[in-house]
């Protein structure tokens, strides 16, 4: 087994990393930097070292500066947490190069599922359904508009770097191509550094339902059932549960299939999440697959009763998976709502600040993942993420009536966060029936904000 970790992350999922090493009895390493002297995670280690400057180039993308951190102090692995250096190829090979084990799978495999046109052609080749659109990528609009005319409109254009929704242009007319591969060219060059492009057909009405993976060292994959995603602003998520209402056993078990069926084609080891979107009739379609631990874990944790930070620890170790599939089983339903420090008064903006009072809820079937403590100072250089809350109770209902007197009782003061909006979703008759897509926040957004004026 693994005996310290450098955690090469901050914020919450820092803190959620050096909690499931404490438990195991594995040394931890935080790293910092300037702007993080006080965080939660720089305090809960075993060692902490400052790495640079509060950007994240000086920092939590400083390659140079994490590794030599690791070795100074005695590392036998990195776990990269998600964000920042978990999906960089670059990153992972130094790691191993450095005799060290990055939690995750190999760089290659990263390398190869990270550009989402390439994954796309692996899924095809493994059998795995992907939404009809071009075959590699698209780099011309002549080109672009030959594989339009093909599959017909309206149609999604993707930066094959993309994550975290950007980079990514819906076009429902010719009228509108154009300008949306420009504009999503553009943002990809700003935002990854990599403007290759490729296109799909845009799945009308479609839920987020995703696949947790666990692959060991051995060849053994298993599946931990999915997550509903798609309660998403701009085509980043807001809520996530598990189970997913709209799915039937028979439909869970083909889905699942086709999730380890395409982790088994990528040759994949460690966690890692298969994206698919749901059509109204049933139809899925992988869309991409995330080679790191995701934000929204907890809610399979809850569900399966599976620690999967340990699960990481353990595959990393070479060690067997202890589970095979049929000991897997979803128990009663969780539900994840991420708060943001962003005022959705004006436009989402960030709303980085002091906390000046907490109260963080508790009771039977609560989680909270954060890293906020009264006096905190949220940062500006960094994702607004402030917190997690998460409820399991045996029935969907009562989850969606947890997470309200939750929300009721969570008070965070001195910044401005989305709260009020999650609130407000839960109450949402739709949401409580189950009847949403990923359009969901866009058809209410007007309404929400107003109505919690
Ligand atoms: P998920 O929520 O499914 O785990 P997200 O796409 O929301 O995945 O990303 C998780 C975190 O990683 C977020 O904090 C997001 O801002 C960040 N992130 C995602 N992709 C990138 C990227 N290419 N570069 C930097 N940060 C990213
Ligand atoms: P990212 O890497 O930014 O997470 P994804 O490819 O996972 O990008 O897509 C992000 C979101 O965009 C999905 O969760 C889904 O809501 C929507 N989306 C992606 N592809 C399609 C598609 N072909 N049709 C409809 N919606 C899509
Ligand atoms: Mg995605």
Redesign the pocket.
Known sequence: MLKKILIANRGEIAVRIIRTCKELGIETVAIYSTADRTSLHTQLADEAVCIGGPRPAESYLNMGAIIEAASQTGCDAIHPGFGFLSENTEFAALVEECGMKFIGPKPEVIDALGN?SKAREMMIEAGVPV?PGSEGSVNTYEALKEVVDRIGYPV?I?ASA?????G?RRAYKEEELKKAFETAKAEAKAAFGDDDMYV????LN?K?VEFQILADEHGHVIHLGERD?SI?RR?QKMIEESPCKALSEELRERMGNDAVKAAKGAGYTNAGTV?F?LSPEGEY?F??MNTRIQVEHPVTEMVTGIDLIKEQIRIASGLKLNYAQEDIHLNGHAIECRINAEDPHNNFAPSPGTIKSLHIPGGPGVRVDTFIYQGYQISPFYDSMAAKVIVHAPTRLEAIRRMRRVLGELVIDGIKTNQTIQFYILHQPDYIKGRFN?SFIEKHLEEMVTDNG
């Open positions: 989402k939404v999604l993707k993309g994550g975290g929704g950007r990514m799909e057909k845009l799945v479609p987020h995603c998403q085509n994206e979107v379609y869309i991409e990923t």
